[in-house]
């Protein structure tokens, strides 16, 4: 367990701090590191080799540990420091902190996988799992703007016949987007019901647009005609009246 998933110096923030948590039953091995992440316009974020604009080097960004041992249920705080120099030009930077859970060592010694009764070596293939999440220096008075476009609900071929809504969130501006997704249908002359949420919804300054997909939570007995969705993007932790990102209405028939 990592928190909080996402880092932000702006400001005069200089230091940070990751809390990496062992919740397993085993003690674990982890490896920290940075590495690049750019995302496409369909949300996936794709490994780059090099450096490209927005994409800040190691130099940037110092931290400590870079390996742990955890026993269960023991914490590591990870700690941050921001060494801009003077010579930073406007904008948003993003790096993304991986932290890998290694195998036990023992588990890859070779006289473990041979049999005493074969000259034979057997492979035994063990997963390396990795999480990432996003460290961002923000410098100078940066802004965003969203919309959204492209809408469209789509039905799911399933035996409980699933509806998902589609869509575009466009960004304008020097900074990403970041924030949660609600939506909300009010059928005509009645009140509006919440049928969707997506928390968590980036999109970064390598991409000025990209798709997105919400589930959404039909009750039973209830029919997705005749009303309005109302579709807000908000800050996270905060409400339409605070922290509205964009907003789109949608009649439907």
Do not use: W
């Amino acid at each position: 367990m990592i928190s909080p998933t996402r880092v932000i110096f702006e400001g005069s923030e200089r230091t940070e701090q990751v809390n990496l948590i062992n919740n397993g039953a085993e003690t674990a091995r982890y490896r920290i590191s940075f590495v690049r992440r750019n995302m496409t316009p369909l949300g996936s974020l794709v490994a780059i080799d090099e450096d490209e604009s927005g994409m800040y080097s190691d130099e940037m960004v110092r931290f400590s540990p870079r390996q742990v041992t955890l026993a269960p249920g023991q914490s590591q705080t990870v700690r941050l420091m921001l060494r801009k120099n003077k010579n930073t030009i406007n904008g948003e930077y993003r790096s993304h902190m991986m932290f890998e859970s290694l195998p036990d060592s023992t588990a890859s010694d070779v006289s473990n996988l041979t049999s005493e009764n074969t000259d034979e070596l057997s492979i035994q293939l063990i997963p390396v799992i990795g999480i990432t999440i996003p460290v961002i220096v923000r410098q100078g008075n940066l802004g965003v703007k969203v919309s959204l476009s492209d809408f469209e609900i789509k039905q799911a071929n399933t035996v409980k016949a699933e509806s998902f809504l589609s869509l575009k969130i466009n960004r304008e501006g020097d900074m990403s987007a970041y924030g949660d997704f609600r939506v909300y249908f009010t059928p005509k002359g009645g009140e509006p019901v919440t049928v969707g949420k997506l928390n968590g919804v980036a999109v970064y300054t390598t991409t000025n647009s990209r798709m997105l997909t919400i589930k959404l939570q039909i009750p039973e007995s209830f029919s997705l005609s005749n009303g309005e969705i109302h579709v807000a993007y908000l800050k996270s932790g905060e409400n339409a009246e605070t922290g509205l990102l964009a907003e789109s209405r949608l009649a439907v028939p």
